[in-house]
């Protein structure tokens, strides 16, 4: 089965400064996806990504794969107060249709 | 659009009633996902559905049914409610797995068993 870890599980970090979030999967997955869930609200899509050393960007967020350290990254650039949410990854296990979610990192900058 | 709509929002439930969860969208997306979210912690897969007439279990399906008798609808039936099942369920769909689209999720059935 797949087994999806993120750390850290919570961040407190200063406006402005630069953060990464990991995501390690412990099989073959077929893609990886960012959410993004502030309190008491649903997932947001953040990032599909679909192969080896895939990039996506938005805004001050970056995401990026690399299958074959089964590790996928999101890049926090100048982080602003409007980015405090919990962020998750999630993969699909490869050959079926499961998406499996890590736990979660819990961000809070502060000014 | 509506996009992917849960009912209710919020129920409380005494141990040992039934429920369904009922969840609808209407972007013909064939794929169809139920989840459980324990307070601080990561979503939980319950049963999904790659199309109608077509189910199968995820992580955690023990007390818990489904059917998809139709494109639209993937209702989540709980038998015989107990405390472990308070949580904040959701339900998510996407269009097709193979072509790497992402699953758009319903706002959430926060339930409460007592």
């Known amino acids: 089965e797949l087994k999806v870890e993120q750390n850290p599980l919570f961040l407190s970090m200063q406006e402005g400064k630069n953060y990464t979030i990991y995501c390690n999967y412990s099989?073959?997955?077929?893609?990886l996806y960012w959410y993004r869930q502030d309190p008491g609200k649903s997932l947001e899509s953040l990032f599909v990504?679909?192969?080896?050393?895939a990039v996506k960007q938005e805004g001050r967020l970056m995401a990026s794969l690399d299958t074959k350290a089964r590790l996928s990254t999101l890049h926090i650039t100048a982080a602003v107060h409007d980015l405090s949410a919990t962020y998750f990854c999630?993969?699909?296990?490869?050959?079926?249709?499961?998406?499996?979610f890590g736990t979660g990192t819990r961000l809070q900058v502060f000014p | 659009n509506a996009g992917v709509t849960q009912t209710p929002k919020f129920r409380i439930l005494k141990i040992g009633q039934s429920m369904t969860l009922q969840c609808t969208q209407d972007?013909?997306?064939?794929?169809m996902y139920w989840y459980r979210q324990d307070p601080g912690m990561g979503l939980k897969l319950i049963y999904y559905?790659?199309?109608?007439?077509?189910?199968d279990k995820g992580e955690v399906p023990n007390g818990y049914n489904v059917s998809r008798s139709t494109t639209e609808d993937f209702p989540l039936r709980l038998e015989l409610a107990a405390p472990s099942q308070t949580s904040v369920y959701f339900c998510?769909?996407?269009?097709?797995?193979?072509?790497?689209?992402?699953?758009?999720f319903g706002s959430g059935t926060r339930l409460t068993v007592v």
């Open positions: 998510a769909s996407s269009l097709d797995r193979p072509k790497g689209y992402g699953y758009t």
């Open positions: 559905s790659v199309g109608a007439g077509i189910t």
């Open positions: 099989t073959t997955s077929d893609r």
């Open positions: 972007m013909n997306h064939n794929y």
């Open positions: 999630a993969g699909l296990l490869k050959n079926t249709d499961k998406l499996i």
């Open positions: 990504l679909l192969s080896n050393g």
